[in-house]
Nanobody, 126 residues
Framework: PIYLKESGGGPVQAGGSLKLSCEAT????????MAWFRQAPGKEREGVAA????????TYADAVKGRFTVSMYRDEDTLDLQMDSLKPEDTAMYYC???????????????????WGHGTQVTVSS
């Protein structure tokens, strides 16, 4: 299994920035897909960004493209999500996910991840 731990959430004003981090431990020696999801109260979970640890595949949801940036630190098995120009509609619980998903299926629309973190809350005030 892969164990995931998120950190970095909190309150922020609109237009501000936050950086979330997801540390993966466990069976991380081979390539796998990691992703960030979010879920706001009363809404369905949506994919934000996905990254294949073997390199070459990185996708973003249209709602965050140009504002959010994913960075992978393979030697630490950490996936960061830098969130800039935050909006109140970005308020949600953010989850890190990982799975043995093939390269071509590793994208933010795929929700078939085996392993999930407990989440970290991001609250953007106007």
């Amino acid at each position: 299994p892969i164990y995931l731990k998120e950190s970095g959430g909190g309150p922020v004003q609109a237009g501000g920035s936050l950086k979330l981090s997801c540390e993966a431990t466990g069976y991380t020696t081979s390539s796998f897909c990691m992703a960030w999801f979010r879920q706001a109260p009363g809404k369905e979970r949506e994919g934000v960004a996905a990254f294949y640890t073997g390199g070459g595949s990185l996708t973003y949801a249209d709602a965050v493209k140009g504002r959010f940036t994913v960075s992978m630190y393979r030697d630490e098995d950490t996936l960061d999500l830098q969130m800039d120009s935050l909006k109140p509609e970005d308020t949600a619980m953010y989850y890190c996910a990982a799975g043995k998903i093939k390269y071509f299926d590793c994208n933010h629309r795929n929700q078939n991840f085996n392993f999930w973190g407990h989440g970290t809350q991001v609250t953007v005030s106007s």
